[in-house]
């Protein structure tokens, strides 16, 4: 059976992602890696390791000796926080992907995972279902990055032959780990103070319109992605990926259909000029005709599902 390596592992993705493909895989076959010292309570059944993508030689001679056939790179720092920190931002963004892309270059690892953001898109973008090639103008940092990692990864694979697959995720959620500084967080942050106060805060305005996805289908986009046939994986920049477009005051709306109590106002701060440059919906019409792609929660189910098990004691 062959051996898995998720670094990022502590992350809202990486969680879930080891979750399920340790459920696919078997428990020890997927090693969880993060820059913690400790591994999250729900990875303990499983083997993990303290990684700093930043420390090169550790991570090259991890690999080297484990020989892992996929690793998936999800170690990054997410839009808003990295606002606040773009030197650092960039640094771990980027070096961490070039030392995976060069080990698989020099025959280390089969497959690499990498994820890109809606935000390569910018203001300048066509906002309403923005095409898989459009203009790619980003305003932030994190942006940046991603559309630099893009070309590098798509570079590495015309010029070295390097598997290497990606998709451009929308705003996550879910339930299994907490907001870790995206600028769609507060799509997550709004179910832990509706069962725990009844109100919430928005820090976008009531009708800012971002691209959503249940992290259940992301995380099954992910992998039917790395399952998929060498030959229909004909995007190696990365896919676009939809789910749900909603704004704060939709969301809003459908948990007062379950908490007819909840309330909401709203507090724009610098994320809304971050959500602004970004796109309303996403056509994903290459990712269905390539790999098969299909979502399947809509917005009400989404709703359901997280106010039933989100755990508002976890809020600090």
């Not at 390596?5 to 809202?12: C, H």
């Not at 499983?46 to 080297?64: A, N, R, S, T």
């Not at 980003?138 to 798509?154: D, F, H, Q």
């Not at 032959?161 to 929308?170: C, E, F, K, L, N």
């Amino acid at each position: 059976m062959k051996k898995i390596l998720v670094i990022g592992a502590g992350g809202q993705i990486g969680t879930e992602l080891v979750l399920e493909l340790r459920k696919r895989h078997g428990v020890n076959q997927v090693i969880a890696a993060d820059v913690k010292e400790e591994c999250t309570d729900a990875l303990k059944d499983g083997p993990y390791v303290k990684m700093d993508v930043l420390d090169k030689e550790h991570v090259q001679e991890f690999i080297k000796k484990e020989q892992p056939e996929d690793v998936y790179l999800l170690a990054a720092l997410l839009s808003a926080t990295a606002e606040k920190h773009p030197e650092f931002a960039w640094k771990l963004n980027m070096e961490g992907l070039f030392t995976i892309l060069d080990l698989a270059k020099e025959g280390h690892i089969k497959k690499i995972f990498w994820p890109s953001s809606i935000a390569v898109f910018g203001p300048t973008t066509p906002r309403v279902q923005t095409p898989q090639y459009t203009i790619m103008e980003p305003t932030t940092v994190y942006g940046i990055s991603k559309l630099a990692g893009e070309r590098w990864c798509e570079y590495y694979f015309n010029k070295f032959g390097v598997d290497v697959r990606s998709i451009r995720y929308p705003g996550l959620i879910s339930y299994t780990s907490l907001p870790g500084g995206g600028t769609t967080d507060y799509a997550v942050d709004i179910f832990y103070h509706a069962k725990k106060s009844g109100e919430y805060t928005s820090f976008l305005t009531n009708d800012s319109a971002l691209p959503m996805m249940y992290m259940e289908d992301a995380i099954r986009a992910t992998i039917e992605l790395m399952d998929a046939p060498k030959e229909q994986v004909k995007i190696r920049s990365s896919y676009n990926l939809a789910g749900i477009s909603f704004t704060p005051e939709d969301l809003a709306l459908a948990i007062k259909e379950i908490i007819p109590i909840f309330k909401i106002k709203y507090e724009p701060d610098f994320r809304q000029d971050i959500a602004n440059s970004w796109p309303d919906s996403i056509d994903d019409s290459a990712a269905k005709q390539d790999w098969g792609w299909k979502e399947k929660y809509d917005l009400k189910a989404m709703v359901q599902t997280m106010l039933k098990n989100v755990d508002p004691s976890k809020l600090i």
